[in-house]
Every structure is written in structure tokens, then in C-alpha cells.
């Protein structure tokens, strides 16, 4: 990725008052301002739009109670990811920016194409809001807009968000992938009397790979945490919507059309939070190869000096505490095994609502 594609995307990001800017990340008064602003219309938004449906009333305790959480971390998160910038994280945003231009430099690609991937996936995200909204604007009319009226747009920021997300990681990945076919290469061919010189530029790049990390974890640990359970919830409420719609007798067209909008917002948002999750996943892997790699090193290196024998040693234990690793809030650490986590949640809450709702039948 080139330093121009990030700071388009980041400048994207800054006008949705979800990153600070690319090439300025202080934050001004003006800018402290807006992100007010917009936190004030979602909130106001929110408390209109729970008082338009009545507080939830004509559902089951157990939807009540899941909507209700629904509705909440949506807005926690909103208000969170854009305060953060400005307010509680805006020293560690600095930090971070400063350390993914020196991983855009170390990369060095002149490669356009995610800028034009992260704007693709914006164009899918609009188009199956829009659907979704048009469905119901056609099952509902006018009085959808009364109930959801800032839910739409609090939906997209969400999932921008998330593309963010996947966007830095994908950088992380791309590092270590650099870093461990540049380690492969001095293990094959050997580099003489440059070995200790190039074990150090690897060591370098590892290290502060692992720092940008921290301050990953630092920022994004509480919203990643928000939209994997902004995600479980919302797949768990939707299949039960849906077992609830086809459990009564009506028309099959108005059926199809809602089941459809709910598969196409289960998508997308589980695909989402599926992706973010699989490159975390791809991170830790690349990153134990390198560990791996690194002891293939220490045992390849029989004719070296005690000296260079040594350097390989604090080598291979530097690459051991290095090791990156993913949280959710410190609540779990993130990797492949969460999305089971998750699938594994939403099926035994799913079968205990419908228990539920059953024995009131």
C-alpha cells in the first residue's frame, strides 16, 4: 500500500469522525467540536427513535431484554470510537499514526489497490443498507424512518469501522510477511559476514511491529470488543425474528422480503467482524513462522564465531518476546477459534429464547 491510498482512506475516516487525520493527527478545537456534534445527534437519535417504538413494547421479555442490549452497545460504540479520537486516545492515535507510516515505508509499495478495495466495500456496505432500508420502507412505509431513525447511518459507522480495522491489520500482516520471507532468504543463501547486520534490521522491524500492536490493542481492544458483541447479538435477535416470522401465517411475499433483509444484514455484519477476526488470526500466524524460522536459524548457523553465536540467541529470544498478540478489552485474546466462540453463543441463547417463547405459547 502507498502513503497516498492510507491518506485517503484516513481522510475518509476523519470525515466520519472515526480517525484523525493522516498527515495531521492533533486534534483541534473545531474538530473537538464536530465529533460533539455528531455524538449529540446519534444519542438524541437513539432516545427518539426507542420512544417512537414505544420501549420495545409488545415483545417477549427475552427480545426486550436483547434489543435493549442491542441498542445500547450500538451506541457505546458510536460515542466511544468517536470521542476516543479526540478526547481519551488521542496521544496513542498519534503514536499509532507515527508508526504506520514508517510501515508503509518499510513496505514500500507503490500498490493502489487497497484504497480502491476499502472504497469498493464502502459501495457493497451503502448498497445492502440501502436494500435493507428499501424492503422495509416498502413493508412499512414511512413510519420505518420514525422507528430506525439514526440506526442506518449508526450501522455504517460501524462497519466502516471495521474495515479501518481490517485495513491496519492487513498492514501488520503485510510486514511480517515481508519480514519472514527476508528471514527465509538468510536461512537458505546466508549472508556472511552481514548475517548479525540483517538479523538486526529484523529484530528492529519485529519489535516495533509488536509496539504498533500495543497501541493497537490500546485504542481498538473496547471496539473490537463492542462489535463482536454488537455482531453475536444482532445475528442471535435476527435468527430469532426470523423463527418467529416463519411460526406465523402470513403472507409469503412479505415472508421472503423480510427474510431476505435480515440474511442480508446477518452478512454483513458477520462478515465483518469474520474478516477482522481471520487477519488477527493471519498476524499471529505469520508471526510464529518467524519464531520458527528463527530457530531453524540457531540450528543452521554451526560455522559462526561464539560471538555470532550468541547475537543468534538474543536474536531468537527477542523474536520469543515479541510475539504479538490481539485483545478484545483483555476480556479474550482474538484468533481463529473466537468465530466458533461466537457461532457456539448465538446458537445456545437461540435455543433458549425459543424454549422460552414456547412455553408461552
Same mark, same amino acid.
Given at each position: ?49 426507542? $420512544? $417512537? ?17 442491542? /441498542?445500547? $452497545? ?139 500492536? /500495543? ?65 488477527? /488470526? ?80
Amino acid at each position: 500500500m502507498s502513503a497516498e491510498s492510507l491518506q485517503r482512506i484516513f481522510k475518509f475516516g476523519n470525515i466520519l469522525a472515526l480517525t484523525p487525520s493522516y498527515s495531521t493527527p492533533k486534534e483541534t478545537l473545531r474538530r473537538k467540536f464536530y465529533a460533539l456534534v455528531i455524538v449529540t445527534s446519534i444519542a438524541v437519535g437513539v432516545v427518539i427513535s426507542v $420512544n $417512537n417504538r414505544n420501549f420495545y413494547k409488545g415483545y417477549i421479555y427475552m427480545k426486550i431484554f436483547v434489543n435493549i442490549l442491542l /441498542d445500547l $452497545n450500538l451506541l457505546i460504540f458510536n460515542c466511544y470510537t468517536t470521542l476516543e479520537v479526540v478526547f481519551f486516545k488521542k496521544h496513542q492515535w498519534q503514536k499509532l499514526m507515527k508508526n504506520l507510516k514508517i510501515v508503509v515505508a518499510r513496505i514500500n509499495s507503490s500498490d493502489d489497490s487497497t484504497a480502491t478495495v476499502f472504497f469498493m466495500t464502502q459501495v457493497v456496505g451503502v448498497m445492502v443498507i440501502i436494500a435493507y432500508l428499501y424492503i422495509w420502507l416498502e413493508l412499512r412505509g414511512m413510519n420505518h424512518l420514525q422507528l430506525y431513525n439514526v440506526q442506518y447511518f449508526q450501522i455504517y459507522l460501524l462497519y466502516t469501522y471495521t474495515v479501518l480495522l481490517c485495513l491496519i491489520v492487513n498492514l501488520f500482516l503485510s510486514s511480517y510477511r515481508r519480514l519472514n520471507y527476508f528471514l527465509e532468504q538468510i536461512i537458505e543463501r546466508g549472508l556472511g559476514k552481514n548475517l548479525l547486520l540483517m538479523l538486526k534490521k529484523v529484530e528492529i522491524s519485529v519489535c516495533h511491529l509488536r509496539d504498533s500492536i /500495543d497501541i493497537f490493542n490500546e485504542i481498538f481492544s473496547w471496539p473490537i470488543a463492542l462489535i463482536i458483541s454488537y455482531t453475536t447479538l444482532y445475528i442471535l435477535n435476527d435468527s430469532y425474528s426470523i423463527f418467529l416470522r416463519s411460526s406465523y401465517a402470513e403472507d409469503h411475499k412479505n415472508l421472503v422480503m423480510k427474510v431476505t433483509s435480515s440474511i442480508l444484514f446477518v452478512l454483513l455484519s458477520f462478515l465483518g467482524t469474520t474478516s477482522l477476526i481471520i487477519m488477527c /488470526d493471519s498476524v499471529l500466524e505469520e508471526a510464529g513462522k518467524i519464531r520458527s524460522n528463527s530457530h531453524r536459524l540457531r540450528r543452521s548457523c554451526s560455522n559462526v564465531t561464539p560471538r555470532e553465536r550468541e547475537e543468534i540467541r538474543e536474536f531468537c529470544v527477542t523474536i520469543k518476546e515479541s510475539f504479538p498478540r490481539f485483545s478484545a478489552a483483555r476480556f479474550f485474546t482474538i484468533k481463529r477459534s473466537t468465530i466458533l466462540n461466537i457461532l457456539g453463543t448465538i446458537t445456545s441463547f437461540l435455543i433458549i429464547m425459543i424454549q422460552f417463547y414456547i412455553s408461552l405459547e
